[in-house]
């Protein structure tokens, strides 16, 4: 009975919710007045549900105050629960397309897919299992499902939800099932006929309908060995016994669900409304309250980004109070480390500086050509009558001024020094006589430094 207890506890502002089982004819309610923890059945008669859409149901609204004054419960809270005479459930194959686009499908084709569809309905859907195409459908009036919201408002209730009596009648099958193997039945025996739901993984998966009493026992006796999990009744007494009297002499056993109130198990409607609020889907939603959903879903939507936005502000206010006061640390330190800092790159600097005049001086010296070289190679070549009375070098130019007997033996020797290339006359040979008398040939020659193929020269690298 936790099912029933829950309805009791709202909070956090929560309304408590009361389970209603509705039919054409009759309102089932289960709940627990204040002060006792003992759960009630309060039944009534109700009239036909006028035609109008936005009339009000007078029965209706009369019995739910009536709830409220039994309950004690104002501003409430319903589960509703609508019996087979009020709402349609059958599997159905379905293209595969988008859960909106089948609701739009399937309610505007509703005669197509359900015996009972008269006017306008409202549809609900589930997946039975990982077959998209295959679907547990209900549907119900759409003028029917406006007229119980308005005549619940008149009544000082709200509606929570709608949902078939077999979505209600499931979640039991799930609450007495607990711990056993995936697959569960319930058959529920009532005046009019047999409702076969089975269940896998705690999803609706097949609602069957059966004639009354023992009429189709084979099929159901069939159905139910096909499925296999453990199977439960519900439902009159009187036909749930001779139910299950005739399946066990077909091999299929079913049991009674244990620790469940008889008040509960003996009545189909009671049981509808007593596990309501727990039901499992398929929910019938009208387009007012789906409206209605999509614009608190925008409220809460804006709140959370309004939310969001003005914490994204105070980070950023933190982020940078935190980023200033780190960069106020680091200042303060720098401010200290300056100094020392300051007497660091002086010394640097100066280091610097000698290295790079260092570096010239070290450039410079492999650049520059050995002349001691050179001019050993002239004098080692030059003819012994010969003598040098000048030598000047700049970049790669060599000249030479001399006197000898024989210039042009000056031209052949320096031609074979080792270190020299394209020996050439600077100015015409010209002849004197030296102070003993005897007689010269002044001259005076260029010629440029070989290269090696580093390109450095002869005697010095550049």
């Not at 919710?17 to 006792?36: H, I, K, Q, W, Y």
């Not at 697959?183 to 896998?200: C, K, S």
């Not at 016994?241 to 066990?248: C, P, V």
């Not at 206010?317 to 980023?323: C, F, P, T």
Request: proline share 4%.
């Amino acid at each position: 009975m936790a099912a029933v207890v829950k309805w009791r506890g709202g909070s956090g502002g929560q309304r408590t919710r009361v389970g209603v089982a509705l039919s054409g004819t009759s309102l089932c309610a289960v709940f627990a007045p204040l002060g006792e923890s003992r759960p009630r059945v309060w039944r009534t008669t109700l009239g036909v549900p006028p035609n109008d859409a936005s009339a009000l149901w007078s029965e209706l609204v009369d019995a739910l105050r009536a709830i409220a004054t039994a309950s004690g419960i104002q501003n409430g809270a319903l589960a509703i629960a609508l019996m087979p005479s009020l709402a349609e459930v059958r599997s159905v194959q379905v293209p595969p397309i988008g859960d909106e686009a089948l609701q739009q499908l399937l309610a505007r084709n509703a005669g197509k897919y359900f015996v009972t569809a008269r006017g306008a309905q409202i549809v609900g859907t589930v997946p039975r299992g990982s077959d998209a195409t295959s679907r547990v459908v209900v549907a119900a009036s759409s003028r029917l499902l406006n007229v119980v919201h308005k005549s619940a408002e008149a009544a000082g209730w709200s509606v929570h939800a709608i949902h078939p009596a077999e979505a209600a009648w499931g979640a039991a099958i799930v609450e007495w099932a607990k711990g056993s193997e995936n697959a569960a039945q319930l058959l529920v025996a009532r005046a009019e006929h047999v409702e076969l739901l089975q269940l896998e993984r705690g999803q609706l998966t097949i609602v069957r309908r059966f004639r009354s009493g023992t009429i189709d026992i084979e099929r159901i006796a069939e159905a139910c060995s096909t499925q296999g999990g453990a199977l439960m009744l519900a439902g009159s007494p009187g036909p749930r016994s001779e139910l299950s009297s005739a399946l066990a002499s077909r091999g299929v056993a079913a049991r009674t669900p244990a620790g469940t109130s008889a008040d509960l198990v003996d009545d189909a409607d009671a049981l509808a409304a007593a596990y309501a609020d727990t039901a499992l889907a398929p929910t019938l939603v009208t387009d007012t309250v789906r409206a209605a959903r999509a614009r608190r879903a925008r409220t809460f939507t804006t709140r959370v980004a309004v939310a969001a936005g003005m914490l994204l502000l105070i980070a950023g206010a933190l982020q940078l109070w935190d980023v200033r006061r780190e960069l106020a640390v680091v200042r303060a330190e720098r401010d200290m480390l300056r100094p020392q800092l300051s007497t660091t790159l002086v010394g640097r600097t100066t280091v610097e500086t000698a290295f790079r005049q260092l570096a010239v001086l070290a450039e410079a010296g492999r650049d520059a050509p050995q002349w001691s070289v050179v001019i050993g190679g002239i004098s080692a070549e030059l003819p012994f009558e010969s003598y040098l009375t000048g030598f000047r070098g700049r970049a790669d130019t060599v000249g030479i001024d001399g006197l000898s007997l024989y210039a042009a033996r000056v031209f052949d020797a320096v031609e074979a020094v080792p270190q020299l290339h394209s020996v050439r006359a600077s100015a015409p040979v010209r002849r004197e006589t030296s102070a003993d008398g005897e007689a010269l040939e002044r001259f005076q020659l260029t010629a440029l430094l070989k290269r090696t193929s580093g390109d450095s020269i002869i005697g010095g690298s550049r």
